[in-house]
């Protein structure tokens, strides 16, 4: 059934769990994202990424990624995440996404605001949901998601105080939170600032965000969870997880595309099901 991210993240942050957001640039990541959800009996989040719109155009996607939604037996959130252009998340809107990301996190403070309340009230015009960012979540060398920064400051992470102001002022319903991830590969262990995402989670009343979830460790991510965060972005394990697959096929000796696909779905299904566990959303579908 197709939802958004009220539906899904109100329900996770008074129960204490997250609900996974899961990219999809294809058919067979859509097909995984959604079987391991149906199995788990989870409630998830189905998107892509402005930066992964060459991979898999944002017209082409809506035609499999809303009907599919639509038919699902779990709540199943279309989202289009890290839309940097205003023009981008009303074209995902008009094409039927049920919940946009609006980042103007890279302006100053007061145009992140005024921008951001802008698409809010379009957003929920077409009532679907918002999600924004407030300080900078940076990203590693080759990512494949998030912005080019590769940096990652303290001077960048989300401050609780301006975070109660941001939310009041623009009416988002979720708010993504720079708290020492990145997108990508991590080239050494995170240290995220917990006592930063617990200070937030007291200061504002929506729903929190953690991007850059792929390669984070359990702990952290239990952690997470448990100080305040209730949705994770994942790409970058189910993208490398559905590569692995068909690189094992190849070297096997398989060399057809119908022979690798069901492989890159049965990783993908696998790797996205492994999350909800983590996250803890496995059988809150029976909530909606």
């Not at 699902?72 to 279309?78: C, E, I, M, T, Y």
């Not at 952690?223 to 965060?229: A, H, K, Q, T, V």
Request: hydrophobic share 45%; charged share 20%; aromatic share 6%.
């Amino acid at each position: 059934m197709l939802a958004n991210l009220n539906d899904v993240l109100v329900p996770a942050k008074r129960g204490r769990y997250a609900v996974g957001l899961f990219n999809s640039v294809n058919l067979e990541l859509a097909r995984a994202i959604i079987q391991a959800a149906e199995r788990l009996r989870a409630p998830v989040i189905l998107g892509t990424a402005e930066v992964l719109l060459p991979f898999g155009p944002l017209e082409e996607l809506s035609w499999f990624l809303v009907p599919m939604a639509k038919r699902a037996s779990v709540p199943v959130v279309v989202h289009f995440d890290h839309g940097m252009s205003m023009q981008l998340c009303e074209n995902a809107l008009r094409l039927g996404f049920t919940s946009i990301m609006y980042d103007a996190s890279w302006l100053p403070y007061d145009e992140n605001v005024r921008d951001t309340r802008e698409m809010a009230a379009m957003a929920h015009g077409f009532g679907a949901t918002i999600e924004a960012e407030l300080g900078h979540i940076g990203s590693s060398e080759n990512s494949a998601e998030g912005s080019a920064q590769t940096d990652l400051c303290e001077e960048c992470f989300t401050d609780p105080v301006q975070a109660r102001d941001f939310v009041r002022s623009t009416g988002v319903d979720a708010l993504a939170v720079a708290v020492g991830t990145v997108h990508g590969h991590y080239r050494a262990a995170p240290r995220l600032d917990f006592s930063r995402i617990a200070s937030i989670a007291q200061a504002v009343e929506v729903p929190l965000v953690l991007h850059g979830g792929s390669g984070l460790s359990d702990v952290d991510f239990a952690r997470s969870i448990e100080l305040g965060i209730s949705k994770v972005n994942i790409f970058t394990d189910i993208n490398c997880a559905a590569a692995s697959a068909c690189d094992r096929a190849l070297r096997s000796g398989k060399t057809a595309l119908t022979d690798l696909i069901p492989l890159e779905v049965e990783a993908v299904e696998s790797s996205v099901a492994e999350k909800i566990r983590l996250f803890g959303s496995e059988g809150k579908a029976g909530r909606y």
